[in-house]
Nanobody
Framework: QVQLVESGGGLVQAGGSLRLSCVAS????????MAWFRQAPGKERDLIAA????????DYADSVKGRFTISRDNAKNTVYLQMNSLKAEDTAVYHC?????????????????????WGQGTQVTVSS
């Protein structure tokens, strides 16, 4: 069973930046796709960024493309989300997640069911 712990959320003004981190323990981290999801009040949880097991391939939702960057450090069992040019609509609870299956078998999926473990979430609030 893998455990994920996010950090780095907070309150920021529109146009500002934040960097989220997620540390994983309990599984061979480097074998799995990692992703960031977010859930705004009253809305469904959506995948916004994913990174392949090697870190060489990334994927983004249109809403964050060009502003957010996902990366990972397999030596530190950590995945990051650099968020720039933040907007009020980015306000949400951000969760990291690890794929259920190793390597790239579920690459491209945005389905929560393809991710096996979740962090507790970190709140990001962007004031306009």
């Amino acid at each position: 069973q893998v455990q994920l712990v996010e950090s780095g959320g907070g309150l920021v003004q529109a146009g500002g930046s934040l960097r989220l981190s997620c540390v994983a323990s309990g599984r061979a981290f480097s074998m799995y796709i990692m992703a960031w999801f977010r859930q705004a009040p009253g809305k469904e949880r959506d995948l916004i960024a994913a990174v392949s097991w090697s870190g060489g391939i990334t994927d983004y939702a249109d809403s964050v493309k060009g502003r957010f960057t996902i990366s990972r450090d397999n030596a530190k069992n950590t995945v990051y989300l650099q968020m720039n040019s933040l907007k009020a609509e980015d306000t949400a609870v951000y969760h990291c997640a690890i794929a259920k299956s190793p390597w790239g078998s579920t690459w491209g999926s945005r389905n929560e069911a393809d991710f096996g473990s979740w962090g507790q979430g970190t709140q990001v609030t962007v004031s306009s």
